[in-house]
Nanobody, 125 residues
């Protein structure tokens, strides 16, 4: 199982970024998969999760309405489109999954078991 995240970078407040996560070793037709972020001095947060079984999504309150998670099963890729970025969105973003569960809510709140490497997002003027 591998998850390869990319797409981070430096962006100004109010800007947009799209993160990508290419997965291998499993298919995007059953497990929940999501994006988690770690900022300095803060607890790790499950910001957005998707059930690849039923397409139900879960977002943390801090990103609801600004972030959108989606997948392209043919490309084995999950995306996180981030709009109206704020400085407190900065952090390392990880793509992660739990192959034993399909619930997006459970993944975001209980945490994943399989992690990819992170990609750094910095929101600053």
């Amino acid at each position: 199982v591998q998850l390869q995240a990319s797409g981070g970078g430096l962006v100004k407040p109010g800007g947009s970024l799209t993160l990508s996560c290419v997965v291998s070793g499993f298919t995007l037709n059953r497990p929940a998969i999501g994006w988690f972020r770690q900022a300095p001095g803060k607890e790790r947060e499950g910001v957005s999760c998707l059930s690849t079984l039923n397409d139900i999504t879960h977002y943390s309150d801090s990103v609801k309405g600004r972030f959108t998670i989606s997948r392209d099963a043919a490309k084995n890729t999950v995306y996180l489109k981030m709009d109206d970025l704020r400085p407190d969105d900065s952090g390392i973003y990880y793509c992660a999954t739990d192959l034993g569960h399909s619930s997006s809510y459970a993944l975001c709140t209980r945490g994943p078991r399989e992690w990819g490497q992170g990609t750094l997002v910095t929101v600053s003027s």
